[in-house]
Every structure is written in C-alpha cells, then in structure tokens.
C-alpha cells in the first residue's frame, strides 16, 4: 500500500547543503558554567517562575510552571543553583531582553527521579495531554505551539489523520535527519501513542524528503521490527518520502502534499481533521510519558563555515550560544551572521549569549563568503518569479506594492494574513527586494491598528463615561443646593416658632441632617478657636516671609513687595482680633464639649439583634467605634477563645495532626503575650488619646442605606484614620482571615494540607510584620499627632483615593520585606531626598511669592522632624 | 364628466398635482418610518479620529470635533491622529486630504504615555481633573500614579501639575508590540548604495579605521 | 560582538536582475548576426547609436532625479531597451530618427514614469512608434537582403548615409510584408513567383527568414535559461498561427498570407521573445501572460491584414500594455487555503 503525494504549489530549490553536519558523528555537549532559561520559549503566555534566587534545583525539576492553559512548563536541565531570575539576550527576532531563570551549574548532574510508567497506552486522555503539559512540550520544529494545546483539538473536530513531520526541508539543518536515524524505534512508538491520545486516527503518516534516504530506511526498518510488538494502532503507520522542495515542510504545505487537503485561511490543521507533530516532538513526548522526563534537552545542528567543526550535538536546553559555538571551534571573527535556524526562516541573532530553546533547531554561523551581506534592493522589475515560487498562492510582488504603500485594505484583500514568511519569494527575487520583510512589517502594522482602534474605542467610552460622571455630579451638587436651601428655610421656621427646640431637631432626610451636622462641626467652638489660631499663624508665617523677601528686594521689586508685606500685616491684624474676638466669646460661653462620644448619634448598638446582618454591621461599628485599646483587648479575648479551641482540638487530634496542632498553639500563645503587651502600652497612652480623641463626628458607614454612598463613607472613615488604626485594621483583618485559614486547614483532606498549612504560615509571617510596623508607627504618632488635620482631604474622589490607599498599603508591604535596618537606612534616604525636593519648591514658591509658601514650609518642617526621629533612631 | 374631454393642459395638471400628492406621502411616510437617529457622519468621523480627546484641535474633545468636521470644518486638525487619520477621513468624506495643520501641533512618530514622578507629587489632584480618560489615580495629599494602558498621552496633565512632576515618556517597546520595521525605501536609492547601511556601527568603525 | 541583524530569508538565489538583462543581450546576438550578413552594418550603427543617446538620457534624468548613475546604468535595462531599439529600427535610418527614438523611449516612456520596474509601456516600442509615425518616410526605407544587391554596404558609405543621407544609392526595396499588403488582385502563388525578394526566400523572403530564426534561436536560449516562461511567447505565436491558417483562403488574391510568412517575416520573433517578454510592461500570472500572449498575436494579424501599417508588433504590443493591469486584475491566482480566488472588486475593510 502507497501512500499518494500530491504536488506542492511553488516552492524552490536552495542548495540543500545537509552534508556539513552530517559528517561527524552526533555528540553530547558538556555542561556549562551558567544555564539560561527563557519563560517565554513557546507560542502563549509566558511561563511562571516557580523557583526564587538561591535555590538548589536538580535536573528535570520544573523551575517555571505553565502559567494559563495555552502556555508549557519549563524545567531546569541539570543541577546548580538559581543565581538570577533576570533579563537576559533571549533568541528572538527582535534581539529584545527576555526574562530568563539564571542557574549556575555545578557540575554534578544530579536529576530527580524521573517516574516512568509501564504501559502509557492504559491511561486515559486528560492524564496524558496533563503530562504533556507538564513536561513542557512544544513544537521543536522551530514555532514552538504547546503540544498538550494541539493533541486536545475541540471536541467537534473528529481527527483522522496524524501527521509526524520528518520534512525537515530548511537547508543546512540535519537534526531531524540525525534524530530520525538514531530514534527510530522512539518515534514510530510515540507517534503510535500520539494516536492512541488522538482517539485512533484512520492514518498515520510520517512525511520524510527523499533527500534522507538514510532516515527513511530506519524509520521502516523499525517498523517492521516494532510491527511484532503489541502496539495499538502500528498497523497504521506509514513511511511516506516525498520530492525534496522547499518550504515542503511547512505544516500546512506538508498536508497539502500528503492528504491534497488545504487548511482553511485562518483555520487550524485540526478543523481538516488533521494534527501534525514533528518527530522531535514526538520522541519528547514518548520519553516524558515513558520514562517521566521532561524536555532538558534537544539535538541542535551546529552549521556554518565559522566552525572548525560543523555536526550536531545533544544540547542542554538553556545551554548559551556561544558556549555550543565554541565547543565546535567557533571563529567568531569569520562570522558573518548568527542565525537561529534555518537559513531560510532563521532569524538573525545580534547576541551570541541567547541559550538553546526548545526551538532552536539550529545554529548557523556562515562566512561572508558563504552568506554575503545582503545586496542592494533594485527595482521591481515584475518577472513574476516569486508568484511562481510562493507556496501559498498570494502575488508577492503586488503585496510589495501595496506594502510600500501601506494599503492595508489592499494588503488583506490579497491574503497577506495567509503568507507563511517561509521566504521563497525573497530567495527567488532577481532585484534582492527583503520582501518577506515588507510582509513582517506590514502584518505588525495591521495589527498594531487593530490594537489601537480597540484602545480608541475603549478611550472614547472612558470619555464618554467621564462626561457622564462630571453631569452627574454637577446635577448632585445642585440637588445639594437646593436641599441645603431648602433646610435652611425649614430651619428659620422651626427656629422662629420655637428657639429652644431648634438645637434638637431631627432633620427630614439624609442629606439635611448631614447637613445639619456640619453646621454644628463649624459651629463648635473649639474648632473655630483651632481655625482662627491657624489662619493667625499663617498670616504671621506670611508676614515674615514677605519681610524678610522685602529688606533683601531693591528697587521696583521692593515696592512691589512693600505692598504685599503690607498686606500681610493687615491679614495679621485682622485675624489677630479675629481670635481675639472669639476667644472672649468662648469665654463667656460654656467650655467646648469634651465627651466625643455624645457627638456621635450612631454610638447605640444592640449586638443582640436578630437579623445577623443587622448584628455583623453592628459588630463592625463597634469595632470602628472602639479606640485601639479597646480593640486589642478584644483580640485578646478572642485570641484566647481561639487559643483554648486550638488545645482542645490539638488534645483531640491524632499523632501525625497533633504536631501540626500544638506548632498552631504555640503560635497563638505568643500571640497573645504580644498582644497583651500591646494592651499595657497603650494603657499607658491611653490617657494621654482620650484628650485628643477625634472631636470630628465620623459618618458612620451603616447608617447610609445607598450601598456607593457607604462603600464611599467608608472610604472615608479609612482616609482619616491615623496610619497606625490603618495597620491596626489590617492586622485585624490578618488575623481573621488567620484564624479562617487554621480552621481550614484543620479540616481540610491529607493531600491539600500542605498547601493550607504554608497559607496559615504565611498569614502568620504577615501578621509579625505587621504587627511590628505598628509598634513603629507608634513610636513616631506622637510628636505627629497633634498636626495631622486629615479630615481636610474630603474633596476629593474617594473611588480613586481608595486605590491609592491600596497602593500605599502595597508598598508599605514591600517595606515590611526588608530588613530592619535598610529599611530604616532606605526611610532616611527617601526622607533626605524629599527634604531636599520640599526645599527646592519651598525656594521656588518664595521666589514667586506663591500663596503656597505656608503649606510647603510646614512640610518641610515636618521632614526635617521625621529625620531628625529616624537618625536618631 | 369623461375626463378625456377635458382640456389636455387641465388633465396635465390633475395627473401630475396627483403624483406628486402620492409620491409626496410616500416621501413623507417614509421620513418618519425611517428616520434616522443622530448623524451617522459624525460617528464615523469620530471613529477615525485617535480618541485622545486632548483638545489640539480647538474642541473639548474628539466627537466635538467630528461634528466639526460634519459641518464643513477642516479635517487636518489633529495631530494625534497625524497624516493616516487626515487620509482616511479624506477617504470617508470623498475629499483631497490636505497637510497636518502645523498651527495645531505636530505628528510625532513615537507615542508617548504621561509618567509621574512619584516622589515629587505633592498630590494636588490638579491632573486627575485635568485627565480626560480618567487615567490617573490618586487622592488629595496622596501621592499620583498614571495607568500607563489607559493613557493615551495627549499631555493635558503636564501643564497643570504646580511641581512638574509629570513628564511624557515614549513608550516602551516590549516583546508584545515590538514588530518588523519596513525595510527604508530609499536603502538603494540614496547614496552610493551604502552597503555599509548594513553593516553593524561597529564594522563601519572598524573599515574607517582601517582607511 | 553584535552580528549583523536581517531578516530572514538569509540565502539568495544566485540571479540577478543585472545577469538577467546580461542574458538577454546576448539572447540578440544571432538575431543581430542576421541582420548585419544579410542588411549590412546599418543594425550595428543603429544599436552603437541609441546606446549612445539612452544611457545618455538615463543619465540626464537620474541626475535630474538626483539618482546614483552607477546603480541605475549597471542594472542594464537602459542597454536592453537600446538594443532592442536599434534591432526594430530599419538600418541606415538617419540618425536622428534613432535619437527621436531614444529619447521617447528612455526619458518619455521609462523615466517619466518612475524608471525602471514602473513603465506601463515598453520603452523600446514607445520610442519605435514614436518615429514610425513621425517619420513614415524614413521608417518605411528598409534595405534590400544583400542577395539582391551587388555588394554589402561598406562601413563607411553607411555611416555617411545615417548622418547625411547620402552614401548609398538605391538600396531601399519594399519588405516581404509591404508586397503581400500591397497585393490586392494576384494569387499569392503570383506574388512569390513576381518578386526577387519572396522567390529567393524559402520561408518569408531573403534575410528575412534568416533574422527571424535568429530571433527564435535567441528567444530559445532565453527559455531555456529561464529567463522568462514559455506562455507569453507560444501564446503570441500560436494565435497568431491560427489567424494565419483562417485568413490564408488558399492563397486568393485576399488571402492575408501564409502561416509561414507571418512567423518568419517582420518582427514577429524579436515581439514574440524579446518584447512582450518584458516583464515589466506584460502581465504577471502565467495565465495572464497566456491571454496577454495570445491577444499581441490577434492584434499583430490583424492589423497586419487590415490596418495601414505592414508590420504591427509595435502597435499590438503597446495596446496590450494599456491591458496588462486589467488581465492581472482577473488573473489573481487561488491563494492557499482559499476556496475561491479573489474577486477583482473585492477591497477588505482592515
């Protein structure tokens, strides 16, 4: 039985020259020094990063994860160390810096145990494409496609054709051709198990040119001797040898030649009902299925007249260029290019540091003589060669054209998405036009226009949006007014009819009675006396500057600047007996009311309520209500219920738990001495807070029943708390989500366990760090305190400031990971450096005079304070 | 009454005021049924504008602008959107497409996102006010962050920030946008074809230093 | 060390548009051969004469156009374009016929339009028609085979006839194709039997036949070099056969003439192999190239037959060119993976 060939379209001959790296027989490479492994050797998302700078990894240890289903796991290729995780040169066309996982070896070797399994044709299909994936598999023929996405085709399409791909039709590469020789038997049983996951397709074909007569004779010759072995599906598989002509290793072009079926334009091969795997991919996944291991390696041809020996070699993935190079006598000064590949659909490298990938099929380092500089382009002189050599049907030259023209409608209308890049046009070109050039660049350009057309599209909603928003707004703001307005009359009534009960009032709605509130914020005195002592001291901060800016001023200037000191004084005068005022009539008044407690109406709760929304809203609010005192006392009752539940459970639980179950007690024990600490240093403080407790009433956030308008209250009351309540909060919520994860973890099955357990001691680390930050905080609150005005920043929108919270609390996390030490040494620096912005602003403000001259004066001060704290520290 | 016995121009007269009665209902009916809302030029004019919204042309944004453009303004407006946006609006409208407008900025070849330096923001919110795509986040005395995908870099933030911490960065080329250049059309044409255009800088050095 | 970065395909075939031009010059040599033994040196003083005036006048331009001269002359389409020029033109022609020439077909017809791979015409025959209509006088005097005369024109006496019009006497004789055009009342059998110029002739008349089968030779070279492909050429000929065997009316005294003297008599080979093989100007499928092909040869009989003009490879040649978008525009090929081949309106919206 004969397979039939079907002829190719187009297509031309380059000189085949295969036999340089055929001569010497394949070799294994040593190890080098130092590894490099890309996260992006594949089509799809980069790999994830599994391993951290330091660790010890062995061979076939999976050092980056598959990160999303269309991406394929890496693994480290021998056994060293991870010395970076880094930008490194990475082989791709654009000569960019990848991210790559550094590990120097150490030369020793040593592998995990590779679990095989006797009989992979007994395990079911999800088990192997998971295997597949894992052992991070993807094409080796030189795109790289993660073969666990192309072996689990939509379940619609019915696969009746397998392909292995031993074409191999670039000139000079001959690693297939090797592999083909020297694995026979290991394809012909991986492409038998390729099928057996496919669901038993009707053929098996491995296509070979005709030009490795040497790889098809072992390829039958193993097949007739495998024929005897009880494989599923042998019967099946078919040596298939074509006429040598290029790109006749194109997976599309290849099924063209073996089935006379087309891919559809922008279709997968699997529609047609076929997958194609090229042989070294093949071996990959019979030798991770087998015998459990993953791709560490790959034979990679070493080609090029700059080589004292050409060959091919088996090379460590992850092995540098230049080190493969030199092992074959790398002339480095007789290279003309260094291409990764073919010389056909190669792309140059301008760095010999990119490692071996799982692509790389081959290295070529030509002579000038043997690959010139590229010529000159001439003019198109429209021989129609390139129609005749292209494989895909298009018309190259009309494509140069409308390239040139950046006609991008053009260019689709003439299938420009359909070209392969396998560069026959190029090749055949009389006039040395980079065509396949103008076609790279014109697809980038169509889709960067795709991509900028979605990203105008989505800034025009974002615009309309915010249009939409600022209307709104306005619309609110005038409903405000008119209830405000309308509040205000309502007042003057209520107060005309009955003064005394004015005071008391309940208002109508929401809104009046936070109105309402305000006005007995402005209202109260201590307030104003604070305000007016303000406004005095910013007019004598003003004062001073304008004198002092008026005594070293001549001439226009200083008159200029007479008046403004003028002004100043007046200012000074007017606030002055301003305050001087107020503070009489205060004085003939009752004193400010000090019990923050009766300005806040929500303080009644009822904790035993039914509804338990009702009770957790309620809980939370006392919580909110509580000072920090209060609050850690609480944890502490809570941490001893908890802590009393641990030893019960730990009593209860059995040996292998038990250990698990005391480690957990133990750390609630410190806890709670930690805590109880905390508890007598705020007593300590405690005094001295209930003076300055918040003479502000905060909006409680339960209150409010439109869900925004809380999520915004709350926002708020999270803006005005002083940064220690803030990581106090935090720890708080650490702790719950802490006790929910012990919890967790003790009933959770065997195997999840550990994984709960290293999520509770990561908790727990968080709360150390946490808790630590606090005792810092405190440590600087108090000389700060008294200056922070925080609820001036109300204005503004609370949506965005509580992102921005988000990030603040992000890096103070990032600063929790330090050491103590350059932390501090970082804090001082940072404060150095702000020190010295603020002065430069605070110049440049004198100098115009700004009116911001007081704000950024006090900040300065401000730093100034906090350095001093910290050096003294 | 034979209406053939009418005088000719009478009978004319009748059977015309009678078309263009039916066709005129029909007209009119069909006005209503198939009225179309809004002024479908102006989406598709604001669809070719950039969408950066940053007022180069004259109006408080890109559909303004559009409807500009409907009314019989000039369409070399916006530098943003640079030659191609001018062509394919020349395109949509059936005109000649005229030269940018240099009075209204220039086309620049590389886009650009806001960036804030972070340490200098005194957080005054005068650029999240400033910003039409509500691409930048912060909060008052809280320290500003650009969200570098969502900008579209039309610099209407840089001018109001009172410290000049906001600045224009080029954007990066990565991996996910990096693309093939189009060989220069003029390698051949320009020069004693440069066959040294080719060569690294470093070979160029190394053949002058040798001459 | 960086290498040096290019896109990929890094190898090249090892053609060249500047060894294809190469190939085609000497492709004209036997052509040429003929001429001069059997019409004398006029050819050589013709081609000598327009290489003059078209490198010249490619230089003009390209410096006009602030071009590299060295580049553009190296490529040798301008020499091509001369040649050919100087092979259509009749021998002794004065010479500022062959300047006019020159001149149309270098700075009108190729650099006006972009230089060269952006002519819509062939240079050679836009210069040749040029002065076949300028100067029909001059363009109609083609010499007598040598046969017919006592001796070759010497180098000298022709040189004197191209530039002052003197030198020869007599040496004009009406061609194969003005005898057969002329005829409108004797049998074909008659007209060969009449003239000296058809009897000594065993396909087309003396000379004629030889530099046509030079031409052919030429052209066959080319193939086989794989300069061009075979469909503009066979196309042109066969249809052109077949308008021949149609009109022959076994040589009636309306007959059109024989299969035999359209395909060996005139420019028939040089137009079949060396004009509309101007990729350039022609169509650029194969199946374009075929249509292309077969309507030159249409043209060429008929107009041959039924026009003013006794030989029309020139004229068909040029309306052809006027077509040669609009073949390609319905000759698009079925791209990979398509089920249809694109339609000639279709326009993507990106």
């Known amino acids: ?873 | 009454m034979d209406i053939s016995s009418l005088h000719p121009l009478v009978l004319a007269l009748l059977v015309l005021g009678g078309l263009a009665l039916v066709f005129g209902a029909i007209l009119g009916f069909a006005a209503v049924r198939y009225k179309i809302e809004g002024n479908p030029i102006v989406d598709q004019i604001d669809n070719l504008l950039p969408q950066t919204q940053c007022g180069q042309c004259g109006h408080p944004g890109c559909r303004p602008y559009a409807e500009g453009i409907a009314n019989g303004e000039e369409i070399n407006k916006c530098p943003p959107g640079g030659q191609d946006t001018i062509n394919s609006i020349a395109d949509l409208l059936g005109v000649d497409a005229p030269e940018l407008d240099a009075e209204h900025g220039t086309e620049s070849e590389l886009s650009t996102v806001a960036y804030i330096r972070e340490d200098e923001c005194i957080g005054c919110t005068k650029c999240i006010q400033a910003c039409p795509m509500d691409a930048i986040l912060g909060a008052a005395k809280q320290m500003h962050t650009v969200i570098a995908d969502e900008c579209t870099g039309c610099d209407l933030c840089v001018e109001p920030c009172p410290v000049d911490c906001i600045e224009m960065r080029e954007v990066e080329v990565t991996m996910q946008n990096w693309k093939w250049q189009l060989p220069s059309p003029l390698a051949a044409v320009n020069s004693d074809i440069i066959a040294s255009d080719r060569q690294t800088p470093q070979e160029t050095k190394q053949e002058d230093t040798a001459a | 060390m960086s290498f040096l970065r290019a896109s990929s395909p890094h190898a090249h075939a090892a053609n060249n548009t500047t060894k294809v031009m190469q190939t085609v010059l000497l492709a004209t040599l036997p052509g040429l051969l003929a001429l001069t033994v059997f019409f004398g040196p006029g050819s050589i003083i013709n081609i000598l004469l327009a290489l003059i005036f078209c490198l010249a006048g490619e230089a003009l331009v390209l410096r006009l156009r602030k071009r590299p001269l060295g580049f553009y002359l190296r490529d040798y389409s301008a020499a091509v374009t001369a040649v050919l020029l100087g092979l259509a033109l009749p021998p002794y022609c004065p010479w500022w016929v062959v300047m006019v020439a020159s001149v149309s077909a270098i700075i009108i017809a190729k650099q006006l339009y972009g230089g060269m791979g952006y002519n819509p015409f062939n240079p050679a025959m836009v210069g040749y028609v040029v002065v076949l209509i300028s100067f029909p006088l001059q363009m109609s005097q083609w010499p007598s085979p040598a046969s017919l005369l006592e001796s070759l024109p010497s180098i000298s006496a022709s040189i004197s006839q191209v530039f002052t019009g003197q030198g020869l006497d007599a040496y004009t004789s009406a061609t194969a194709l003005d005898i057969v055009k002329q005829n409108n009342s004797q049998l074909i059998s008659q007209v060969y039997a009449d003239s000296d110029l058809l009897r000594s002739g065993s396909l087309a008349g003396a000379g004629w036949e030889w530099v046509n089968l030079g031409f052919l030779m030429g052209g066959l070279y080319l193939l086989y070099k794989k300069v061009f492909t075979w469909h503009a050429p066979v196309a042109m000929l066969a249809s052109l056969s077949l308008f021949a065997l149609l009109g022959y009316d076994s040589g009636s005294s309306q007959s059109g003439g024989s299969l035999s003297l359209h395909l060996f008599s005139g420019a028939t080979m040089l137009g079949a192999f060396f004009i509309i093989t101007d990729p350039v100007s022609s169509a650029v499928s194969n199946k374009g190239r075929l249509i292309f092909g077969a309507a030159v040869g249409a043209l060429v009989y008929l107009i041959r037959v039924l026009g003013n003009y006794p030989d029309a490879v020139a004229f068909a040649v040029l309306l052809m060119n006027f077509a040669a978008p609009f073949i390609d525009y319905y000759t698009v090929p079925r791209s990979y993976g398509h089920a249809k081949p694109r339609k000639a309106t279709e326009k993507q919206e990106p």
């Open chain 1, 1 to 873: 039985m004969s397979q039939l060939i079907y002829p190719l379209r187009g297509g031309v001959h380059p000189p085949e020259n295969k036999q340089q790296s055929l001569q010497s027989p394949l070799r294994r490479l040593a190890i080098p020094g130092e590894l490099v492994f890309p996260l992006a050797q594949h089509i799809g998302a980069p790999a994830k990063a599994v391993v951290e700078i330091g660790d010890r990894v062995l061979a076939g240890q999976m050092i980056a994860e598959p990160n999303g289903p269309f991406s394929a796991a890496i693994h480290a290729s021998t056994s060293g160390t991870v010395s970076a995780i880094e930008a490194r040169p990475i082989p791709h066309a654009s000569g960019l810096w990848g991210d790559c996982i550094v590990v120097a070896a150490d030369g020793k070797d040593e592998s995990i145990d590779f679990v095989g399994c006797e009989n992979p044709f007994k395990i079911d299909h999800e088990s192997l494409i998971e295997k597949i994936r894992h052992a991070g598999i993807a094409g080796m023929g030189g795109a790289g496609f993660p073969s666990a996405v192309k072996l689990n085709p939509p379940p619609n399409n019915n696969i009746d054709t397998l392909i292995i791909n031993g074409t191999e039709c670039e000139p000079y590469i001959t690693a297939d051709d090797v592999l083909m020789q020297e694995r026979s038997e290991d394809i012909i049983r991986g492409c038998t198990l390729l099928a057996h996951i496919l669901n038993g397709p009707d053929r098996i074909l491995i296509g070979v040119e005709d030009n490795k007569p040497k790889a098809i004779a072992a390829l039958e010759q193993s097949l007739l001797k495998l024929a005897a072995e009880d494989l599923p599906g042998i019967d099946r598989v078919q040596v298939v040898s074509f006429p040598t002509k290029y790109p006749s290793g194109g997976e599309k072009q290849l099924i063209q030649i073996l089935t006379g079926k087309e891919v559809p334009s922008g279709g997968l091969p699997a529609h047609i009902g076929i997958v194609v795997q090229n042989v070294g991919t093949t071996v990959a996944i019979w030798e991770a299925i087998k015998h459990g291991k993953p791709l560490i390696e790959r034979i990679t041809t070493v080609v090029g007249e700059s080589l004292k020996e050409q060959g091919n070699a088996i090379v460590k993935l992850g092995s540098p260029s230049q080190f493969v190079l030199e092992q074959f006598g790398f002339q480095e000064k007789s290279c003309a290019r260094l291409i990764a590949g073919g010389p056909m659909m190669g792309f140059s490298l301008p760095d010999s540091r990119a490692p071996i990938v799982k692509t790389s099929n081959c290295l070529l380092v030509p002579s000038h003589q043997e690959m010139p500089d590229p010529a000159p382009a001439q003019a198109c002189i429209r021989c129609g060669h390139c129609a005749e050599a292209c494989p895909a049907g298009l018309l190259p030259q009309q494509l140069y054209w409308y390239a040139q023209a950046k006609e991008h409608d053009r260019l689709l209308a003439h299938n420009l998405m359909d070209c392969i890049e396998c560069g026959a046009c190029s090749f055949v070109c009389p006039s040395s036009i980079p065509l396949v050039q103008y076609y790279r660049a014109s697809k980038g350009e169509i889709r960067q226009a795709e991509i900028e057309k979605e990203k105008s599209d989505r800034s025009r909603q974002r615009f309309e949006f915010r249009q939409k928003r600022i209307e709104r707004a306005e619309a609110e703001k005038e409903a405000k007014r008119l209830a405000r307005k309308k509040a205000a009359e309502a007042a003057k009534a209520k107060a005309a009819a009955n003064a005394g009960a004015a005071k008391t009032a309940p208002a109508a709605d929401p809104v009046a009675a936070a109105m309402a509130r305000v006005q007995a914020q402005q209202s109260d005195p201590a307030e104003q006396l604070a305000k007016l002592e303000r406004a005095v001291n910013n007019a004598r901060n003003r004062l001073n500057s304008a004198e002092e800016k008026w005594q070293q001023a001549e001439g226009d200037q200083k008159a200029k600047l007479e008046s403004r000191f003028k002004q100043a004084q007046l200012r000074l005068q007017d606030a002055e007996s301003k305050l001087h005022d107020f503070k009489q009539q205060s004085a003939g008044q009752n004193p400010a009311p000090s019990n923050p407690t009766s300005a806040s109406p929500t303080t009644p709760l009822n904790i035993d309520s039914d509804d338990p929304i009702e009770r957790a809203k309620a809980k939370a609010q006392q919580r909110l209500s509580m000072s920090p005192l209060e609050k850690a006392e609480n944890n502490l009752s809570s941490l001893n219920d908890r802590l009393k539940k641990a030893q019960e459970k730990a009593s209860e639980a059995d040996d292998d738990k038990r250990a698990a179950m005391e480690a957990a007690v133990e750390k609630l024990k410190q806890k709670k001495t930690s805590l109880e600490k905390e508890i007598d240093e705020l007593k300590a403080q405690a005094p001295l807070k209930e003076n300055t407790a918040t003479a502000e009433t905060p909006v409680d956030p339960n209150s409010i029943d439109d869900p925004i308008e809380r999520a915004k209250a709350k926002a708020m009351q999270r803006l005005n708390m002083s940064p220690a309540e803030k990581l106090q909060n935090s720890l708080q919520a650490l702790q719950t989500r802490l006790a929910k994860a012990e919890e967790k973890a003790a009933s959770a099955d065997e195997d999840r366990r550990p994984a709960m357990q290293a999520a509770v001691e990561k908790l727990q680390e968080k709360i150390k760090t946490v808790e630590q930050e606090i005792t810092e905080f405190k440590a600087q609150e108090e000389p700060a305190k008294p200056a922070e005005s925080a609820n001036e920043s109300s204005g503004i929108p609370l949506d965005a400031a509580s992102a921005a919270i988000e990030k603040a609390k992000a890096k103070a996390a990032a600063q929790a990971q330090m050491s103590d030490s350059e932390k501090h040494a970082a804090q001082v620096e940072s404060l150095q450096q702000r020190i010295q912005k603020a002065q430069q602003r605070l110049d440049k403000a004198t100098e115009e005079g700004n009116d911001n001259v007081d704000a950024f004066r006090l900040g300065l001060e401000k730093l100034q304070a906090k350095l001093k704290e910290l050096e003294s520290e």
